[in-house]
């Protein structure tokens, strides 16, 4: 009974997300805000049971219970204990049951920390979540229930995707799921701000924690998913521009420019109605992501469903969500603060205005690019593909001024700045670059393709420069804030991320030959010699691995085992590469078809630097999490009863009785 359990669940839960979004809006409505103290024991419900909803269908995998349809189209027996737990998201309607359970424990972490909002703030927040909740809730109950039964139940299930059965996928999807819906919380609190029409600096103080939250785990999702597609799909490269990882980054690209746009509406009060609607198309792309995933219209690896039923009902709530709030957006637009005068350009504000500008400008270029096959097949132009060449001539150019920007801003400061004091913090940072931008690609691969040394000068620019601020900084002050470190760490993130892609994309080769045992070759400085192939019997699997002797200068560096895997219950095969890492760059081998007389097909990849690109991904995230910590978001903040009030006496009796 326990998938019975599971769904009686999922129905409790979309009962506790009407009450959590209905009852507190109708409160408001009617001026009774008593009932806004429905909304935290909802969302506390509806969490509890989404997680035992979510407990339930990772039982049914764990003990292999077939009679439920989606275990048995994901799972099977001889699969590894851990990958049967992570089949619970490998597919549509496991995947969109975390979703809903990562939305429920957001919606449990701001009922947590609600203690420092005013409770009309709070309820506001929690019912639009609520609201967001009930939609998908309503969808998977209705056409996406993972809870089917099958009966007679087989006695074996088919396999989960081959492409998935990758330590990678066990974390990718959940910390994917944790930044979109994340955002949410952004939303939430721009509609509340919308609804009350009080738009000023207080909501974005609540909202920028939340938003930076969202961003790290959305950064987190990307990086991991780079790395599973790197090692997995046997073709060398770390971004593929498919429409799917398109999907993720985009509301990464505009939530970028949300935090540096709260930063600036908290600290400057402008810019508000400008940081509402990036608010609101953060989460309406994150919205979008999950409709591309889930309603057919793409063809990709990352894709989860090909039901047209699905991808109409998530168009429907994807137009109400995000229709109602740019609707709300422009009733509201007359009521919301203008700045008493234009930001200067030589100031912190006019340069994170720019800084939004181009971000938002490029994730319009992802979105074209992305969308615009599917219109024109929807129109009936024909089957378009956009791929690398439209992304890297469109996207590269708005990327490069926009580096330059980051590391101008670090040295402004807010209102204005003398030009003779810009150039005072801008000649260091500038010739440091130079130098080191030209001597890292010199003395590593050479210095052969000058764009590539100029995107690793502009790297080491945006390293410079926040470095430098940070001892500015550290000068006039006995001690710096989280906050100023984590911002340090996160812009060198970008530095170290952009001197990796330029200098991979640059320097990058690759070489196809056919090889039989005991054949040798060169590339790239190596000496390669191919000693065979050997079988092997995995948990679920059959594999043939290669073994290839890596020498380089004479000397024996490593040996790397490719290998070709055929899967048995479905007769997939896949690739598993093999690569030799290192700081300044990969060798990656990857086996391909076999042929008559012993012969194979073998790929080589020189990626240099290719895990800089990681690594400054994951320095970007630590630098957020650090500012995650600074004491300003762990205290609460008193609030301006001229703008936020709370409850007053009478309506505390009211509550209490």
């Known amino acids: 009974m326990i998938p019975e359990l599971g769904r009686l669940a999922l129905m409790l839960a979309l009962a506790m997300a009407l009450v959590q979004s209905c009852w507190p809006l109708y409160g408001m409505a009617v ?99 609520g609201l967001v909740g009930a939609g998908f809730l309503l969808f998977t109950l209705t056409t996406s229930d993972p809870f089917q039964r099958r009966f007679p139940a087989p006695s074996q299930g088919r396999d989960l995707n081959p492409l998935l059965q990758d330590p990678g996928l066990v974390l990718h999807p959940p910390m994917l799921y944790m930044g979109y819906v994340g955002f949410c919380v952004a939303f939430a609190f721009a509609i509340t701000a919308l609804l009350s029409g009080r738009v000023d600096s207080a909501w974005t103080r609540w909202a920028r924690p939340w938003t930076l939250a969202a961003w790290v785990c959305l950064t987190l999702g990307i990086i991991l998913g780079s790395g599973w597609a790197y090692n997995e799909l046997g073709w060398g490269g770390w971004w593929f521009w498919d ?89 509201r637009a007359g009521e919301l603060g203008q700045p008493a005068e234009p930001a200067a350009i030589l ?21 074209i690019g992305t969308l615009y096959p599917i219109l024109a097949d929807a129109l009936g132009l024909g089957q378009l593909s956009v791929g690398a060449p439209y992304f890297n001539q469109v996207f590269v150019p708005l990327m490069a001024p926009l580096v330059v920007l980051v590391g101008l801003a670090s040295a402004v400061a807010w209102k204005r700045t003398r030009l003779a004091r810009l150039k005072s913090r ?43 601020e940070w001892l500015r900084r550290r000068r006039t002050r006995s001690r710096l804030s989280r906050q100023v470190l984590g911002m340090t760490l996160a812009h060198a993130g970008v530095g170290v991320l952009v001197i990796g892609i330029s200098l991979v994309s640059g320097f990058g080769s690759q070489r196809q030959a056919r090889m039989a045992p005991g054949d040798t070759l060169q590339f790239a400085g190596y000496d390669i010699g191919f000693r065979g192939t050997q079988s092997r019997r995995g948990p679920n699997y059959m594999a043939q691995i290669g073994e290839f002797a890596i020498q380089r200068a004479g000397r024996q560096r490593t040996t790397l085992r490719p290998a070709k895997r055929r899967y048995h219950a479905s007769g997939a095969v896949m690739t598993e590469a093999g690569i030799d890492n290192g700081l300044f760059g990969d060798l990656y081998v990857s086996l391909g078809d076999s042929g008559p007389g012993g012969y194979w097909s073998v790929r080589f990849y020189d990626r240099p630097f290719v895990r800089w690109i990681w690594s400054g991904g994951l320095l970007a995230a630590l630098g957020g999490l650090i500012a995650l910590t600074d004491k300003r978001y762990r205290r609460p903040r008193p609030v301006r009863l001229g703008h936020w009030k709370r409850a007053d006496t009478a309506v505390e009796r009211e509550a209490e009785s």
């Not at 980054?249 to 400057?268: D, N, Q, Y």
């Not at 810019?271 to 994150?286: E, K």
């Not at 181009?358 to 994730?363: K, Q, S």
């Open 426 to 468: 801008l000649w260091g940072p500038a010739l440091a670059a130079v130098v080191a931008g030209g001597l890292l690609p010199a003395l590593t691969v050479g210095l052969g393709a000058v764009p590539a040394v100029a995107g690793s000068m502009l790297g080491c620019w945006v390293i410079a420069s926040s470095v430098e």
């Open 243 to 331: 429409p799917v990882e398109n999907a993720s980054f985009m509301p990464w690209l505009v939530g970028t420019a949300l935090i540096h746009s709260l930063a600036v509406t908290e600290k400057r009060g402008i810019f508000q109605s400008w940081t509402v609607l990036l608010a609101i198309t953060t989460f309406a792309l994150s919205l979008l992501g999950t409709f591309l995933v889930r309603s057919g219209v793409l063809v990709s690896v990352h894709a989860f469903a090909s039901d047209p039923a699905r991808g109409v009902y998530m168009l429907a709530l994807f137009a109400i969500v995000v229709g109602g709030a740019l609707v709300l957006y422009a009733l």
């Open 31 to 129: 001026r009774r805000p008593v009932y806004q103290h429905f909304a935290a024991p909802a969302a506390i419900g509806q969490c509890l049971m989404l997680s035992i909803a979510f407990a339930a269908l990772a039982w049914s995998f764990y003990v292999n219970d077939f009679s439920v349809v989606y275990v048995a189209e994901n799972s099977n027996t001889h699969l590894p204990w851990f990958y049967r737990l992570a089949a619970v998201w490998g597919a549509h309607e496991g995947s969109l049951l975390l979703w809903l359970l990562e939305l429920g424990l957001w919606s449990l972490a701001v009922v947590c920390t609600s203690r420092s909002l005013p409770r009309d703030v709070a309820a506001s927040v929690l019912s639009i979540m």
């Open 347 to 367: 100031s912190r504000e006019g340069l994170l205005l720019l800084n939004n500008l181009f971000l938002v400008v490029a994730a319009a270029s992802v979105l």
